[in-house]
């Protein structure tokens, strides 16, 4: 079984990167107060964060009529099914990552202490480093996949459009059970598909050896959407996502804080209504 795990991933999330996901657009420089709130939260994790990547090969895939089947199991998501399929995958690759438990903690005790900016802050700096892991570990399966003539797919994760976060809990299940061994650190899937801790990710990628196939299918190349500087296994420019705000007002520090949170308990109310019903 081919598989890595890295306990100290580096976790030098770009500026750009983090700037995107706080809502500034591309041209706007943080200064004052939001430069110090930036530069602390990346401080503060760096000294408190542990975060963690795990991935291995599964055994086998197949790809059904409705469903792409990993060792065994099925998952019913068409983006990731068209993909394997257009691709002609010869395998998958499962990846977990997360930033652990502690800014989200942390982030926690600051909102009771009615500090929204520091709150608001190391909660986006959580998820940037969720999405940098990511990033790192697709560079890490190309490294793999170009040494062996292959080339890397598209991601896609439980939650994303078309796949029912419901499968969170069966695939983390498959990369616990057929490890033989315990995740880098602590992870679990809620009865709604959310995963705790919260900056967390599950995902998917595929490998194929129809190198060809990719170059000609410009769906197929995940470069556009990988944000890793300098990487020597490019295929095609990083498209960089729109901020929030690109077309609106800046807000301020506090109204973004306080918009954040409205959304998150939103949305734990919507967690707890749905498993209520259920």
């Not at 706080?22 to 760096?46: F, K, M, N, Q, T």
């Not at 099914?81 to 010869?90: F, G, P, Q």
């Not at 095609?236 to 800046?250: H, N």
Request: glycine residues 8%; aromatic residues 8%.
């Amino acid at each position: 079984m081919i598989e890595f795990a890295e306990t100290s991933p580096d976790i030098g999330v770009a500026p750009a990167e983090y700037q995107r996901l706080l809502g500034y657009p591309r041209d706007y420089a943080p200064s004052g107060r939001s430069r110090e709130l930036a530069d602390w939260a990346r401080a503060w994790y760096s000294v408190h964060g542990n975060p963690w990547i795990y991935g291995r090969r599964a055994e086998s895939l197949e790809i059904a009529a409705e469903a792409v089947r990993i060792d065994g199991i099925d998952f019913h998501v068409k983006r990731l099914r068209n993909i394997l399929e257009s691709a002609e995958a010869d395998g998958v690759f499962l990846v977990a990552a997360s930033a652990g438990p502690e800014a989200e903690q942390e982030a926690q005790r600051l909102w009771q202490e009615d500090r929204p900016d520091e709150y608001f802050f190391l909660e986006i700096f959580g998820s940037a480093v969720v999405e940098h892991l990511f990033t790192m570990a697709g560079a890490r399966l190309c490294a793999w996949a170009d040494g062996h003539g292959m080339a890397v797919l598209p991601h896609d994760s439980p939650g994303y459009p078309g796949w029912d976060i419901g499968e969170q809990g069966r695939l983390l299940r498959l990369l616990e059970e057929s490890s033989g061994h315990a995740l880098p650190g602590p992870l679990e899937a809620l009865e709604s598909g959310a995963l705790k801790p919260k900056k967390s990710l599950l995902g998917v990628f595929g490998v194929t050896s129809h190198t060809e196939r990719v170059r000609r299918l410009t769906e197929l190349v995940p470069c556009d959407s990988c944000s890793l500087a300098g990487c020597q296994f490019r295929r095609a420019p990083y498209a960089r996502p729109r901020g929030e705000d690109e077309t609106g007002d800046r807000q301020t520090v506090k109204r973004k804080a306080l918009a954040y949170r409205a959304a998150e308990q939103h949305a734990l109310q919507q967690e707890s209504t749905n498993g209520n019903s259920e």
